[in-house]
């Protein structure tokens, strides 16, 4: 069984940044890849970034050069970093990962979600 928990969610203004911190916990043996995902009332989830356990990165073209992901693979830990928060940007964020839990089980995980409210 693997847990993961979210936090840094809130209310923020327009053009103010916050911080999500996702950890993963649990029968762990790899991480493979650590996502975040994001659901506006109304629509489909969406993916908003993810990084492999090498480090490569992919954004949503509405994120690039606003949002930076970053893990910390000692703590099991996925970080996403907003910056220049839109109010479109409005969702219900979502930590994803995918890994093994033996050399040959794979797991993919989803935390419980964090509101992130961006308004005046």
């Known amino acids: 069984q693997v847990q993961l928990v979210e936090s840094g969610g809130g209310l923020v203004q327009p053009g103010g940044s916050l911080r999500l911190p996702c950890a993963a916990s649990?029968?762990?043996?790899?991480?493979?890849?650590m996502g975040w995902y994001r659901q506006a009332p109304g629509k489909q989830r969406e993916l908003v970034a993810a990084i492999t356990s090498g480090g490569s990165t992919n954004y949503a073209d509405s994120v690039k050069g606003r949002f930076t992901i970053s893990r910390d693979n000692a703590k099991n830990t996925v970080y996403l970093q907003m910056n220049s928060l839109k109010p479109e940007d409005t969702a219900v964020y979502y930590c994803n990962v995918r890994g093994k839990t033996t050399m040959s089980s794979s797991f993919d995980y989803w935390g419980q979600g964090t509101q992130v409210t961006v308004s005046s």
């Open positions: 649990g029968s762990i043996f790899s991480i493979n890849r």
